[in-house]
């Protein structure tokens, strides 16, 4: 990887505001164009670069934990959260339910879900490649 | 899914007992392995489950149901029904456990896995219950499925020696593939009656037997139950399935996993009885099982498998007993099952203990072990005698009904039958009385009488035998007749506790006791004639699964050497042309080809954009450098999405832009740790080749991109969605509302399936990584 002074310091900075802007793309998804699937693309876009300018190693120590684990909490997440209409509400499985009169409901987590599968998974492909570690 | 408990068409009583029993067990497995992780000495304790559930199910009212709906729109419910012939078997299956638990804490005291083999055993009798109990022909099937996987981990749970995962996979095989054949079955009963319940089924009464369906139906299910119940040709994985645990053993042997088939023929019984079909398959297979377990047991020195292939004779037995229709052979059916639960668990629990006092389960070598053994001794009589049908013990009772059933039976069946009979004798005698008798043998260790916690079982097993013998009276009406009368559809009328047959039945009773005592005497001279023919090794089924197992090892190599070359082109090219190939000739096979109506065409931005996609294809071909090809593709990736964009696709041209920009940099940054020397090693003939592969897929892919727009399009379904966004699902994005709401399901399908691949991409990678 080349390695640019200018890249290392801002990897950091690049890393938040990417992860920032994937947040909002997330949230915004019901109304404006956005959602999960792009929201995880981006952050994954937000990691990359921070893996190209440091390394990847140095990478999966921010994530914390293996890009697979993550995308198993997104899986488990976006299942539970259609849970709530099969045992309280006696409904088909993801009938998402809402808070009377408000757009808060289980879609919310289900698309944070989906957020962090997307996230997962491209990382995983991804930062194998990116560097030596191959983790 | 509504809870809904309401009564069955036979049953008055909903309990909500009845599905907390195998509910109960099933809860029991992690907390079972739990327990006896922390603290060993608890595992003696789980016994009480086996026998709370045993008592639990004594008490429960005949007729007692249970449904809840499952699966509404299939029909398929989760239900339970106790009758006569699941309480005999629900019982056999809690009280035999609770000896086995019992037995089990002891024998394998101090292992370090002896919670995961008491988990496991719990799952088993979990599986067992529920398949017992169960109403519905679906959830009896899940539960069928069980106890196989719950039996492979039972029967390979000494997973280091060879032996063991050779039997525990070969009893799932069999069993399994038999399982598929029942589900086949099971569907198209459910598709002939109507119904799933098997109450409902039954109360058609043999109407079913008239449907053009139920020969396919009888077939298929007899081959399930054949392949569980380890009828000839499929009996040879049971004698193999002795790798598992004594304990385990016993069980498989006496109450569950082989009398489930059993079981369901017995269960299906009523509604089949009057068919050939099925009078032909199950004694003409039960016939020959017999036979064949026979002459196997008689050339076997090892204990435990000499009690394997009696368990075989048995289960031959009792098929062809069920095929035979006639109210006596049912009740002899069932009072045999009784009979040979209980010998059976008390011999293979006492071969456990012969095994570990004495060091070895050859019978030839085993001498004298009495003096020594004097309570073991005791209680392998008392089994021994009621499996060789001595007077006064309820195996008496059970072989005079079976020689009453077989005298009226045409052919050689009343000669088989006392020739079998005899040979059981010989097993009883060997496994029961000669170890025990005569000059004491030497043992490493001095052999004595194991902890009481391992005689209880077979001593109180032993002992019903011949409680029972002496006093048929106390399970005659409550137990025996209630399951006779299940299995048969109406009651049978035939009162146990008198005598039954006449002299030509007693004569056949005696004559099969001195032939078996005969041949018991010279034992030892007969078995070494029977083991020296090979041929029944040779060209037995055991190894003619061998021979399947390793063909298909070597026939899965070569295929996999032939199509796996290695070479990547090769692998895109079949794809493509498989994919591709097979869409465009059923595309024009079906005459789909057309072109959509004119008012699609595209504006002249959209043209313009085509042309810089078209370009970039065209420099992505032409560019020699890796680095030049990544850029061109990129031009097409992002051409597209704009594209998307002036179609008003915001959200695809979004993903499209993220999704091209990740590609590019895993691209380049492949380039940039790879060593690519040669960039191009194609002759002329193979680019030529490569560019009309190209082309094809091209052409296939815009003739069906064409042919799709090219159908009218029904704005019913967008207008819908556009309407429903916000009301329903709160979101004026209708992509976003599709993908989180309204066909979320899909999505949660779509996403598994990333991971899955992610999974599998970090596998291939992390090995990758490494030297091979």
């Given at each position: 990887m080349p390695d640019s002074l200018i890249l290392r310091a801002s990897?950091?900075?690049?890393?938040?505001?990417?992860?920032?802007?994937?947040?909002?793309?997330?949230?915004?998804?019901?109304?404006?164009?956005?959602?999960?699937?792009?929201?995880?693309?981006?952050?994954?876009?937000?990691?990359?670069?921070?893996?190209?300018?440091?390394?990847?190693?140095?990478?999966?120590?921010?994530?914390?934990?293996?890009?697979?684990?993550?995308?198993?909490?997104?899986?488990?997440?976006?299942?539970?959260?259609?849970?709530?209409?099969?045992?309280?509400?006696?409904?088909?499985?993801?009938?998402?339910?809402?808070?009377?009169?408000?757009?808060?409901?289980?879609?919310i987590p289900f698309d944070i879900g989906v957020y962090l599968v997307v996230l997962g998974f491209a990382l995983a492909f991804v930062l194998p490649f990116l560097g030596e570690d191959s983790a | 899914m509504v809870l809904a408990i309401a009564p069955g068409p036979c049953d008055h009583r909903p309990m909500l007992a009845l599905p907390a029993i195998p509910l109960l067990a099933l809860t029991c497995v992690p907390v079972s392995a739990w327990a006896v992780r922390r603290a060993p000495r608890t595992a003696p304790w789980l016994a009480v489950l086996p026998a709370a559930l045993f008592l639990l199910v004594l008490t429960l009212p005949d007729g007692a149901g249970f449904r809840l709906a499952w699966i509404p729109s299939l029909g398929v419910e989760i239900s339970f029904h106790l009758d006569g012939l699941s309480r005999l078997f629900a019982l056999l299956i809690t009280g035999i456990g609770a000896g086995v638990y019992l037995y089990a804490a002891s024998y394998l005291a101090g292992h370090a896995q002896l919670h995961r083999f008491l988990a496991t055993l719990t799952l088993f009798m979990a599986a067992m219950l529920g398949a017992v109990l169960a109403d519905d022909l679906l959830l009896l099937f899940v539960f069928w499925e069980l106890t196989s996987l719950a039996s492979f981990l039972l029967i390979g749970f000494?997973?280091?020696?060879?032996?063991?995962?050779?039997?525990?996979?070969?009893?799932?095989?069999?069993?399994?593939?038999?399982?598929?054949?029942?589900?086949?079955?099971?569907?198209?009963?459910?598709?002939?009656?109507?119904?799933?319940?098997?109450?409902?089924?039954?109360?058609?009464?043999?109407?079913?037997?008239?449907?053009?369906?139920?020969?396919?139906?009888?077939?298929?299910?007899?081959?399930?139950?054949?392949?569980?119940?380890?009828?000839?040709?499929?009996?040879?994985?049971?004698?193999?399935?002795?790798?598992?645990?004594?304990?385990?053993?016993?069980?498989?042997?006496?109450?569950?996993?082989?009398?489930?088939?059993?079981?369901?023929?017995?269960?299906?019984?009523?509604?089949?009885?009057?068919?050939?079909?099925?009078?032909?398959?199950?004694?003409?297979?039960?016939?020959?099982?017999?036979?064949?377990?026979?002459?196997?047991?008689?050339?076997?020195?090892?204990?435990?498998?000499?009690?394997?292939?009696?368990?075989?004779?048995?289960?031959?037995?009792?098929v062809m007993l069920i095929g035979i229709q006639d109210p006596l052979a049912t009740t002899a059916a069932i009072v045999f099952l009784l009979v040979h639960a209980l010998y059976k668990a008390s011999l293979f629990l006492i071969a456990g203990i012969v095994d570990k006092k004495a060091g070895t389960r050859d019978a030839m070598q085993l001498r004298g072990l009495g003096r020594r053994m004097p309570l073991t001794a005791a209680a392998a009589l008392l089994a021994g005698l009621s499996m060789a049908g001595a007077p006064g013990?309820?195996?008496?009772?059970?072989?005079?009904?079976?020689?009453?059933?077989?005298?009226?039976?045409?052919?050689?069946?009343?000669?088989?039958?006392?020739?079998?009979?005899?040979?059981?004798?010989?097993?009883?005698?060997?496994?029961?009385?000669?170890?025990?008798?005569?000059?004491?043998?030497?043992?490493?260790?001095?052999?004595?009488?194991?902890?009481?916690?391992?005689?209880?079982?077979?001593?109180?097993?032993?002992?019903?035998?011949?409680?029972?013998?002496?006093?048929?009276?106390?399970?005659?009406?409550?137990?025996?007749?209630?399951?006779?009368?299940?299995?048969?559809?109406?009651?049978?009328?035939?009162?146990?506790?008198?005598?039954?047959?006449?002299?030509?039945?007693?004569?056949?009773?005696?004559?099969?006791?001195?032939?078996?005592?005969?041949?018991?005497?010279?034992?030892?001279?007969?078995?070494?004639?029977?083991?020296?023919?090979?041929?029944?090794?040779?060209?037995?089924?055991?190894?003619?699964?061998?021979?399947?197992?390793?063909?298909?090892?070597?026939?899965?190599?070569?295929?996999?050497?032939?199509?796996?070359?290695?070479?990547?082109?090769?692998?895109?090219?079949?794809?493509?042309?498989?994919?591709?190939?097979?869409?465009?000739?059923?595309?024009?096979?079906?005459?789909?080809?057309?072109?959509?109506a004119p008012g699609l065409w595209a504006t002249p931005a959209q043209l313009a954009l085509a042309t810089v996609i078209a370009a970039g294809a065209l420099a992505a071909c032409r560019i020699r450098a890796l680095f030049g090809q990544v850029m061109a593709a990129g031009l097409v990736g992002f051409g597209v999405g704009i594209l998307f964009l002036t179609l008003g696709a915001a959200d695809l041209a979004f993903t499209?832009?993220?999704?091209?920009?990740?590609?590019?940099?895993?691209?380049?940054?492949?380039?940039?740790?790879?060593?690519?020397?040669?960039?191009?090693?194609?002759?002329a003939g193979e680019r030529r080749r490569d560019a009309l592969l190209a082309i094809g897929v091209g052409a296939t892919a815009t003739a069906i991109l064409l042919a799709v727009l090219s159908v009218p399009f029904d704005p019913a379904i967008q207008g819908w969605m556009g309407q429903a966004a916000v009301p329903e699902a709160k979101g004026r994005n209708v992509v976003n509302v599709v993908i989180v709401d309204f066909r979320a399901l899909d999505t949660l399908g779509e996403i598994a399936v990333l991971l899955i691949a992610a999974l599998a991409a970090t596998v291939l990678l992390r090995r990758a990584g490494k030297p091979a």
């Amino acid at each position: 990887m080349p390695d640019s002074l200018i890249l290392r310091a801002s990897a950091r900075y690049v890393l938040w505001a990417g992860l920032a802007l994937s947040v909002f793309v997330l949230l915004r998804g019901h109304n404006e164009p956005g959602g999960g699937f792009i929201g995880g693309l981006i952050g994954a876009l937000g990691f990359v670069f921070h893996a190209l300018a440091r390394g990847p190693s140095e990478t999966r120590r921010v994530l914390r934990l293996d890009p697979l684990a993550w995308g198993g909490i997104g899986l488990l997440l976006a299942t539970a959260s259609g849970l709530p209409a099969l045992l309280l509400h006696a409904e088909p499985l993801l009938t998402h339910q809402w808070i009377e009169g408000l757009p808060i409901g289980t879609a919310i987590p289900f698309d944070i879900g989906v957020y962090l599968v997307v996230l997962g998974f491209a990382l995983a492909f991804v930062l194998p490649f990116l560097g030596e570690d191959s983790a | 899914m509504v809870l809904a408990i309401a009564p069955g068409p036979c049953d008055h009583r909903p309990m909500l007992a009845l599905p907390a029993i195998p509910l109960l067990a099933l809860t029991c497995v992690p907390v079972s392995a739990w327990a006896v992780r922390r603290a060993p000495r608890t595992a003696p304790w789980l016994a009480v489950l086996p026998a709370a559930l045993f008592l639990l199910v004594l008490t429960l009212p005949d007729g007692a149901g249970f449904r809840l709906a499952w699966i509404p729109s299939l029909g398929v419910e989760i239900s339970f029904h106790l009758d006569g012939l699941s309480r005999l078997f629900a019982l056999l299956i809690t009280g035999i456990g609770a000896g086995v638990y019992l037995y089990a804490a002891s024998y394998l005291a101090g292992h370090a896995q002896l919670h995961r083999f008491l988990a496991t055993l719990t799952l088993f009798m979990a599986a067992m219950l529920g398949a017992v109990l169960a109403d519905d022909l679906l959830l009896l099937f899940v539960f069928w499925e069980l106890t196989s996987l719950a039996s492979f981990l039972l029967i390979g749970f000494d997973a280091h020696r060879a032996e063991a995962r050779r039997a525990a996979q070969q009893g799932l095989m069999v069993t399994v593939a038999g399982g598929l054949a029942m589900l086949a079955g099971v569907l198209l009963l459910g598709r002939a009656a109507g119904s799933f319940s098997i109450s409902e089924i039954l109360a058609q009464g043999d109407a079913l037997a008239g449907d053009p369906l139920a020969p396919w139906i009888v077939v298929l299910i007899a081959i399930g139950c054949f392949a569980k119940s380890a009828q000839w040709p499929l009996h040879f994985w049971l004698p193999n399935a002795m790798a598992a645990p004594t304990p385990v053993s016993a069980y498989l042997h006496s109450a569950t996993m082989v009398k489930l088939g059993v079981y369901l023929l017995a269960r299906l019984n009523p509604a089949f009885q009057d068919m050939a079909l099925w009078q032909g398959l199950l004694t003409g297979a039960g016939a020959a099982t017999m036979l064949a377990g026979a002459v196997l047991a008689l050339r076997e020195r090892d204990l435990k498998r000499k009690l394997a292939w009696s368990t075989v004779v048995a289960l031959g037995t009792l098929v062809m007993l069920i095929g035979i229709q006639d109210p006596l052979a049912t009740t002899a059916a069932i009072v045999f099952l009784l009979v040979h639960a209980l010998y059976k668990a008390s011999l293979f629990l006492i071969a456990g203990i012969v095994d570990k006092k004495a060091g070895t389960r050859d019978a030839m070598q085993l001498r004298g072990l009495g003096r020594r053994m004097p309570l073991t001794a005791a209680a392998a009589l008392l089994a021994g005698l009621s499996m060789a049908g001595a007077p006064g013990f309820i195996g008496a009772l059970a072989k005079d009904l079976l020689f009453t059933v077989h005298v009226g039976l045409p052919g050689l069946l009343p000669g088989i039958a006392l020739v079998v009979n005899a040979a059981m004798v010989v097993v009883a005698g060997v496994v029961a009385a000669r170890p025990f008798m005569g000059a004491p043998m030497r043992t490493e260790q001095t052999a004595k009488d194991p902890p009481v916690a391992m005689l209880v079982a077979p001593l109180v097993l032993g002992g019903l035998g011949l409680l029972l013998g002496m006093a048929p009276q106390l399970v005659a009406a409550t137990i025996i007749e209630p399951a006779a009368a299940a299995m048969l559809g109406r009651p049978t009328g035939i009162a146990l506790a008198q005598k039954q047959g006449g002299m030509l039945v007693l004569t056949m009773s005696l004559g099969a006791l001195a032939l078996g005592l005969l041949m018991f005497l010279g034992w030892r001279r007969i078995q070494p004639t029977l083991a020296g023919q090979g041929w029944l090794d040779a060209y037995g089924p055991d190894a003619g699964y061998g021979r399947a197992m390793r063909g298909l090892a070597v026939g899965a190599t070569a295929l996999t050497r032939r199509v796996q070359g290695g070479s990547l082109r090769r692998y895109l090219a079949a794809s493509l042309v498989l994919v591709f190939g097979g869409a465009g000739l059923l595309l024009a096979a079906r005459g789909g080809l057309a072109l959509p109506a004119p008012g699609l065409w595209a504006t002249p931005a959209q043209l313009a954009l085509a042309t810089v996609i078209a370009a970039g294809a065209l420099a992505a071909c032409r560019i020699r450098a890796l680095f030049g090809q990544v850029m061109a593709a990129g031009l097409v990736g992002f051409g597209v999405g704009i594209l998307f964009l002036t179609l008003g696709a915001a959200d695809l041209a979004f993903t499209q832009f993220t999704v091209e920009i990740l590609a590019i940099v895993l691209l380049v940054a492949i380039l940039a740790r790879l060593p690519f020397h040669a960039l191009d090693a194609r002759g002329a003939g193979e680019r030529r080749r490569d560019a009309l592969l190209a082309i094809g897929v091209g052409a296939t892919a815009t003739a069906i991109l064409l042919a799709v727009l090219s159908v009218p399009f029904d704005p019913a379904i967008q207008g819908w969605m556009g309407q429903a966004a916000v009301p329903e699902a709160k979101g004026r994005n209708v992509v976003n509302v599709v993908i989180v709401d309204f066909r979320a399901l899909d999505t949660l399908g779509e996403i598994a399936v990333l991971l899955i691949a992610a999974l599998a991409a970090t596998v291939l990678l992390r090995r990758a990584g490494k030297p091979a």
